[in-house]
């Protein structure tokens, strides 16, 4: 019993640490271009004017992304729906 108890506990801190190490990871810089970019998305396109927000599920998911740290997958997403908009892109750090 206990053989089989320390090896699902090995199993579980295996499994714990491959997470962590794929776990997105993102620079400050990243972080803070990925907040700036979701607050002008919700500021000026996350609101269709009949009380819903977030009606472009591409972009909640990117702000989502960012919100999570996950910035290699938020900021493109975010860049194209600005420019797309017409947005000029803040500059980043």
């Not at 990871?25 to 396109?45: F, G, W």
């Amino acid at each position: 019993m206990r053989a089989k108890l320390s090896i699902a506990i090995g199993l579980c801190l295996s499994l714990t640490a491959e997470a962590q190490a794929q776990a997105p990871t993102s620079s400050k810089d990243d972080m803070a271009y990925c907040a700036e970019l979701s607050a002008l998305y919700r500021r000026y396109l996350g609101n269709t004017g009949e009380g819903r927000t977030f009606p472009d599920v591409a972009a909640a998911n990117a702000i989502s992304d960012c919100e999570r740290g996950n910035t290699a997958a938020g900021i493109p997403v975010l860049e194209k729906k600005l420019r797309d908009a017409r947005f000029t892109l803040p500059k980043r750090s």
